[in-house]
């Protein structure tokens, strides 16, 4: 599976961004699928995930209210909605596919990582 995440930038806090998470290869619908981000300094941390039908979704505590995980099977895209964004929310944004039982939560659950899209909030 290979993965490409893209629609990362410069924003103003307060403002929105939409995280696309384009995969090939293997039945992607067969999967669920995350969102990790990582800040310089900092260790990789969930963001988000989405079961394989899509019915369910996983936050983190800093994304809920403000982000939201979609995914188009027809078209092997994951997508992150992110709104009020904040300064602290700048970070490499990454996605990748759960192929592993575990928790949604959880790195060891994820397999094929995509290399990720730069999202920085200015105050």
């Known amino acids: 599976v290979q993965l490409q995440a893209s629609g990362g930038g410069l924003v103003q806090a307060g403002g929105s961004l939409r995280l696309s998470c384009a995969a090939s290869?293997?039945?992607?619908?067969?999967?669920?699928m995350g969102w990790f981000r990582q800040a310089p300094g900092k260790e990789r941390e969930f963001v988000a995930g989405?079961?394989?039908?899509?019915?369910?979704?996983y936050y983190a505590d800093s994304a809920k209210g403000r982000f939201t995980i979609s995914r188009d099977n027809a078209k092997n895209t994951v997508y992150l909605q992110m709104n009020s964004l904040k300064p602290e929310d700048t970070a490499v944004y990454s996605c990748?596919?759960?192929?592993?039982?575990?928790?949604?939560?959880?790195?060891?659950?994820?397999?094929?990582w995509g290399q990720g899209t730069q999202v920085t909030v200015s105050s």
């Open positions: 290869g293997r039945t992607f619908s067969s999967y669920g």
């Open positions: 990748a596919v759960r192929y592993y039982s575990g928790r949604y939560q959880f790195e060891y659950a994820y397999a094929y």
């Open positions: 989405i079961s394989e039908s899509g019915g369910s979704t």
